[in-house]
């Protein structure tokens, strides 16, 4: 019988066929225990077991009784092993009359249960279900699909094949799901920012600045800005904003561009009145295509409102502008300054007004650095260099 009932104990905490330590122990010591009470049965006559008998049974009636016909008696897993592996081997007719705190039916439940257990951790395969995924596919497939939102899981399941990489194309379809992807179709759709990013290097934008002097005269500023560099050029100022200057200056932007060689194809303005239709003629002669903004969207313009707050919070609302002349000179002064401070990514795409020297990795020679400050429009404006 301890044998049986040492490969039937099962932990119902654990795993099927692994009982943990604790369940062992007191299992091992509920068998010792009872092992020692069978030797003492032995020296007992059959008078004495009635009456033993008689008592314990009587014992469990006053228990019933206090526990009540609803409440139900809770046992250990080592209880139940025990008691299944005892009373299993009695005759069904025995059990019907037994004084139990279970019912008979309950009993052989427990036996059903811990048997069918211990056949199933016996059967039980080296390896349960499919192995994790490699942090790394996993990486991959993410970064797939985000360079390439046109792509959906066969696809992506393809181009790892050709990596070498052997994933289920199910897996691949399962991390998407997991990250919330949405379907190719529903990702193969471009939005605005993404077509900004594209499309940075033969992008522009302009925009008018306003601004008021002390004498209480409005004027107004037309600036341009490359997206791929982010380099500005102020094209004029002008208190009367005409079609003719308008025009006058588009022209001279253009020339400008040729020379420098940049191939721009796009664009980007507001519905601003100022802006005439032959403006547009004139880019579209030289191959640029007017893409005009959503009304009340300056979003869609972020790059030019960026460097218009830049414009404003650095120059216009720190110096006090006396008339236009004095205006142009501001920026004059602030267009080198702004594109000189690029941060080295975008000063490699665009033609640096300033060499970006070595990094300084030597504590030493941190200690002995001598910067000098520059200043522009009487202190306004501060560049800052190595002393020669």
């Not at 992807?181 to 471009?190: G, N, Q, W």
């Not at 020379?259 to 239709?277: M, N, Q, T, W």
């Not at 032959?278 to 300056?298: C, F, H, K, N, Y």
């Not at 313009?301 to 236009?324: G, K, P």
Request: glycine fraction near 4%; charge should be positive; proline fraction near 5%.
């Amino acid at each position: 019988m301890v044998r049986d009932l040492a490969v039937v104990v099962v932990d119902h905490e654990g795993a099927a066929g692994c009982p943990s330590p604790g369940v062992i122990f007191r299992l091992a010591y509920l068998a010792i225990r009872n092992a020692f009470a069978a030797l003492r049965l032995l020296t007992v006559n059959d008078r004495e077991k009635d009456v033993e008998i008689l008592a314990l049974r009587h014992q469990i009636t006053v228990l019933e009784r206090q526990l009540g016909a609803d409440a139900r008696v809770r046992f250990a897993p080592e209880d139940r092993a025990f008691l299944a592996a005892l009373l299993t081997s009695l005759p069904r007719e025995v059990l019907r009359w037994l004084r139990l705190l279970v019912r008979p039916d309950t009993v052989l439940r427990w036996h059903r249960d811990l048997m069918r257990r211990r056949h199933a951790g016996m059967c039980r395969p080296k390896r349960s279900g499919r192995p994790p995924t490699v942090r790394f596919i996993r990486t991959l497939i993410l970064r797939l699909v985000r360079e390439d939102p046109c792509w959906g899981y066969r696809r992506v399941h393809g181009e790892l094949a050709a990596l070498g990489i052997a994933v289920a194309s199910s897996t691949v379809w399962e991390i998407l799901k997991q990250e919330g992807l949405d379907p190719a179709p529903d990702r193969a759709s471009i939005s605005w920012a993404d077509f900004l990013r594209s499309q940075a290097d033969a992008l522009l934008a302009c925009d008018f600045i306003e601004t008021v002097t002390l004498a209480g005269q409005r004027q107004y500023i037309l600036a341009v800005i490359e997206h791929a560099g982010r380099r500005v050029r102020v094209l004029g100022t002008t208190a009367h904003p005409t079609a003719s200057w308008v025009v006058q200056v588009m022209k001279k932007l253009v020339m400008d561009l040729e020379e420098v060689g940049c191939r721009a194809r796009y664009l980007i303005r507001d519905r601003d009145g100022k802006f005439p239709s032959l403006m547009d003629e004139i880019l579209s002669d030289a191959g640029i295509q007017t893409v005009l903004t959503g009304i009340r969207m300056p979003r869609m313009n972020a790059v030019m409102e960026r460097w218009v707050q830049s414009c404003r919070r650095e120059l216009l609302d720190r110096c006090l502008i006396w008339n236009e002349r004095h205006l142009r000179h501001a920026l004059r002064e602030h267009e080198p300054f702004y594109n000189g401070r690029l941060s080295p990514p975008t000063r490699a795409q665009a033609a640096p007004l300033r060499t970006v020297p070595d990094p300084i990795t030597d504590p030493k020679r941190i200690d002995n650095l001598n910067i000098r400050q520059r200043d522009r429009l009487r202190g306004v404006l501060h560049e800052y260099s190595h002393a020669a």
